[in-house]
Structures are given as structure tokens and as C-alpha cells.
């Protein structure tokens, strides 16, 4: 959410943006906020010049009924009724004004980084680096679900008959797999100075509506029933929860947090042969990174994350690249996003396996996380997120990368002391 104060000084920039973000249905926002900050700001002013009258009013009635004066009192005495009934009118519409104000400032896109190209879509998304050698074997590479099948480590079937099409059984070596990967991300971001939480499952609405924009909301998150709960899409939603209201010292920043937890999302609109497996699924595990620091010291922290998550999968012999996101595919409360992803010998082609976020300081303001500075007054923080690792889309990745033409699959180096030492998985089938 942008500053008020912004708007109101630069309304021809937030437009730009918007059109920037290709989003021009909601031009007309910024000027009805204009207008009705102007009403709020009269209404402000003329309840201070009524506030002053009437504190000077009633000393006058005390005064006149010492004197004797009461029915000169009586007559101040309605002055001041009526201006306290007017006073309670304005102060009624400054609050509704307010809401209505909040309402559209929380659809308004947040002003993105002028290095973000320009475009509409993922489509118009920017390589930028390539890491490792996308290698396309001389065998065919089978599709994930039939690899993991061949280690009898997926079932599927009885997934679907206790929970519906999206959700999974792990199990055996492809499980602990699964789990080692989660172990040795945990291990790798804590070497790199990052505190480890495991934090709640569930937040409370008022966490959800300050990290992340309505269209997100309604598209990942569960809602508990009759409750003010809803299941996390992302450990990034609790872990800059946990700072909502707080006023932070100096000191304490930067606020470097890695966290692992199971992530649940609806993914409306998901689609497509390669969304059946686990490549796209309601229910999966993630290693997160979250960062809350000075706002001069975001763009050096958003480089520091996306280059984690590049470190991470070329330690596991996987191929990736990074991908700048264009101005169209930003979620509204982000300034500039990088996408990680690996290599897929299957389909001679890179996805998705993470995503790196500056997001300024829109989560900070939408939640009241400020800091505390005696020299220059409090101010807001900014805060970044980035994917370490996701499995089990993660794992696809994985086998297709390091599966050898007799079916088997090596573990690299790094992994194989969370996997009992073992230096490949042999097919059961």
C-alpha cells in the first residue's frame, strides 16, 4: 500500500505505474482517493476549528454563571450542542471516508523498480544468467510420476480417494528424499547466517490481507470455517506476521529468517498436462527466506536471496536460470521479483522452482511494522521473500537431473549424509 502522502503529491507517477502494470481500470481510483482526501482534510480542519470553539465556550459558561448570567450561559450552552452534534458528523464521515480511502489504496499497485521490464505477461519475462549445463541425455527421460513409481514411491490412487486430485503419498526412498532435501535446505541456509523458525500453519485475517493483494488471496488461500483463520500458502505470510504492530529497534535489523512449513494453496486456474503429478498441487512443503531490513539495503538483500536459492540447486548438480519478471506478471504489493528456475531434460526446457520478491515496504505499511530511529524519527522497514527450495516440484527437477540411463539415480555429494551415506537410489520396478 502506498503512502497517502505520495499520492496526493504524485498522482501523474502512480497512474504511469498503473498503466505500467497494464491495470488501467484502476486509473480512476486515484483520483477519487484525491478527492476524498480533500474531504477528509476539510473535515479535519474544520473539527480542530470546532474543537477550539468549543473549549473556549465552555469556559465562557462557567464565567457567566458566576456572574449571575444564566440565560446568556443557557444560549453558549446550545452553541456548544450544536457543535458538538456537528463535530460527531464530521468525525462519522472522516471515518467512512477513511475506510473508502483504504479500500481502493489497497488495490492500488505498488510503484515498481525502474529497472522491471515493461510487458503484460510472463511471456515478456527476461532471461538473465544461466548456471550449469542443461544437458538432454541420449535416453528418453521418463515423466516424473513414472520415475517415481519406478522406486515405488508415489501413490497417487489412494490420494485421490482420501483428499481429491491434487494431493499425494510419498513414500519410501522418493519420501525420504523428500525429506533430506528439506534437511540439508535447512542446514544450508542456517550456514549462511539465516536464524531457522518453524512458524504457525494458520494466520489470522488481518495477517493475510497485509502480506499479500485480494487477487492472491482469493486464489491460494483456505479459509477455516467460522473462524478468522486461514491455512499459509507460504511461510513468508506468517514469519512477517510475527512482526504486525511492532515497532522495531535500529539495532535489531536486518532480521534474516529461514523457515520450513507446509504450504497449502487452491491454485485456481491451474491447468495443463504438466500440472498433473506434483508439479502443481494443493498441499507441500518449502524452505523459505525472509528478510525485513533498512529500505537502502533491500536491492543488495534481493540480490543476496535469488543467489541462496542458485547456490542451493547447483550444490544438487541441477541446471538453472534466472528470469527477471516483467511489470504485467508482479503480484500489485511487489517492486521487483526474479524467478529461479531448473532445468527439465524431459522437456528440454526450464520452469519454475522458486521466486525471489522485494516488496518494499508494502507488507511493512499494510501491517504497522515500523522502526524506531531517535535522529530521524520512526520509519518503515522494507522486506524481501525467496524460495530456498519447494519439494516435491523440487524433486522433478531432481531425478530428471541426476537419473542414469539404467533407471537409477545418483545422490550428489552434498546430500548424502541426510541420506545415510547412500550415493544412488536402484529402481524397485
Known sequence: MLDIRFVRNNPDIVKENIKKKFQDEKLPLVDEIIAMDEEVRAAKTRGDELRASRNSLSKQIGGLMKEGRKAEAEEVKKQVAEMADELAALEEKEEKLGEEIKT???VIPQIIDPSVPIGPDDSHNVEIEKFGEPVVPEWEVPYHVDIMESFNGIDLDSARRTSGNGFYYLKGDIARLHSS???????FMINRGFEYYIPPYMIH????????SFAEMENMMYKIEGEDLYLIGTSEHSMIG????????????????TSFSPCFRKEVGAHGIEERGVYRIHQFEKQEMVVVCEPEDSPMWFDKLWQNTVDFFRTLDIPVRTLECCSGDLADLKVKSLDVEAWSPRQQKYFEV???SNLGDAQARRLGIRV????KGNYIPHTLNNTCVAPPRMLIAFLENNLKADGSVSIPVALRPYMGGQEKLVPKK
Do not use: H
Open 354 to 356: 522458486g521466486s525471489c
Open 372 to 375: 524506531k530511529d531517535k535522529e
Open 104 to 106: 481502493r489504496m489497497m
Open 205 to 212: 485475517g488481518d495477517v493475510v490481507k497485509g502480506v499479500m
Open 181 to 187: 532435501i528439506l534437511s540439508y535446505a535447512r542446514d
Open 242 to 257: 510475527k512482526f504486525i504492530g511492532q515497532l522495531l529497534d535500529k539495532s535489531e535489523l536486518p532480521q534474516t529468517l
